[in-house]
């Protein structure tokens, strides 16, 4: 049956203003209430319009694991409101931002989410996501400089629960043997190789790893492209929907090898060499995966991954 969640306030503030503040995903560092969240708009799609992709990213409390969120902006009215889709595997619960002029310098700001759930457990979403969009809201206008400081965000019953569960299933999963499996491939090309090292180096081309042609991927708006610390994102289809993954750059010998760590559930470190070969350039990547399918199967998918990529490389040296 439908489910529709909506909380509202009135914020001392132009409606645009309000609303641009709500509705950027960047306010997730301060709107979710969760330490290290943080969001952003894939970079090509229009920022603010009808089209943006953004992503929504909260860090797993018991790993280095980054989980996030794909969703679509699917209706703009300019300042007044933004509707967004996820694009996740499940029941979607789009969410409409909306901010209403009651004066030149005021405004209502309405955040609702609506979806279909079992009848059943209406009662208990109502209960989980009220008090999430009441903080966001405070904290839009505490950011706004027109509140105070939001309280801590309420924490529901069914919330402790599901996060019970997920430390339970955390500490399960750590105790899960892993089978380490290293796998690695070289291509010779016929390119200099600052060209091939520029060509690997940039987190756009990391979507020639991927199984899916439609697959997306970037350095992270804000952290250091090509550099330590850079996050490199790729928004691909899975078994879940849409999904965004991440790898850390960790280490850079300029022009000679990098080395990035995955940002998952399952460590995975990869390094990439180039150097000077007879004719041009050989590329040779390495990954080592801790996975729980150590089988000839899974070597062979982890093998085939990296010659996809340095296929990919040679077409785009060669064209």
């Known amino acids: 049956m439908p489910l529709v969640v909506e909380r509202a306030l009135h914020v001392a503030a132009p409606a645009e203003r309000a609303l641009a503040v709500l509705a950027d995903p960047a306010s997730t560092a301060f709107t979710a209430g969760e330490p290290g969240g943080f969001g952003f708009v894939v970079p090509g799609t229009p920022a603010g319009a009808v089209g943006e992709r953004r992503v929504v990213v909260h860090p797993d409390p018991w790993s280095s694991a980054l989980i996030a969120a794909v969703a679509d902006v699917v209706d703009v009215v300019p300042g007044r409101r933004v509707v967004v889709l996820p694009r996740g595997a499940g029941r979607p619960l789009r969410r409409t931002m909306t901010a209403e002029p009651t004066g030149p310098d005021s405004c209502v700001l309405r955040v609702a989410l609506d979806a279909f759930a079992p009848a059943s457990g209406i009662a208990l979403m109502q209960e989980t996501l009220g008090p999430e969009l009441e903080h966001a809201l405070a904290a839009v206008a505490h950011h706004l400089g027109v509140g105070p400081p939001p309280a801590p965000p309420h924490e529901s019953v069914v919330l402790r629960n599901i996060r019970k569960?997920?430390?339970?299933?955390?500490?399960?999963?750590?105790?899960?043997?892993?089978?380490?499996?290293?796998?690695?491939?070289?291509?010779?090309?016929?390119?200099?190789?600052?060209?091939?090292?520029?060509?690997?180096?940039?987190?756009?081309?990391?979507?020639?790893?991927?199984?899916?042609?439609?697959?997306?991927?970037?350095?992270?708006?804000?952290?250091?492209?090509?550099?330590?610390?850079?996050?490199?994102?790729?928004?691909?289809?899975?078994?879940?929907?849409?999904?965004?993954?991440?790898?850390?750059?960790?280490?850079?010998?300029?022009?000679?090898?990098?080395?990035?760590?995955?940002?998952?559930?399952?460590?995975?470190?990869?390094?990439?060499?180039?150097?000077?070969?007879?004719?041009?350039?050989?590329?040779?990547?390495?990954?080592?995966?801790?996975?729980?399918?150590?089988?000839?199967?899974?070597?062979?998918?982890?093998?085939?991954?990296?010659?996809?990529?340095?296929?990919?490389?040679?077409?785009?040296?060669?064209?």
């Open 165 to 319: 569960d997920d430390e339970r299933r955390a500490w399960r999963s750590a105790g899960v043997p892993r089978v380490t499996v290293r796998v690695h491939a070289s291509v010779d090309v016929a390119a200099p190789p600052l060209r091939a090292w520029l060509a690997v180096l940039d987190a756009r081309h990391d979507h020639w790893w991927q199984h899916d042609p439609d697959a997306v991927a970037f350095t992270v708006p804000g952290t250091p492209s090509g550099q330590v610390g850079e996050l490199r994102c790729v928004v691909a289809h899975g078994s879940s929907g849409l999904e965004a993954t991440f790898a850390e750059t960790v280490a850079v010998d300029e022009g000679a090898a990098f080395v990035t760590r995955d940002r998952g559930f399952f460590a995975g470190v990869r390094t990439t060499w180039v150097e000077p070969a007879t004719g041009g350039t050989r590329v040779t990547r390495e990954a080592v995966l801790d996975l729980l399918d150590g089988s000839p199967e899974a070597h062979a998918r982890q093998t085939a991954a990296l010659g996809r990529g340095l296929d990919a490389l040679v077409r785009h040296l060669t064209a």
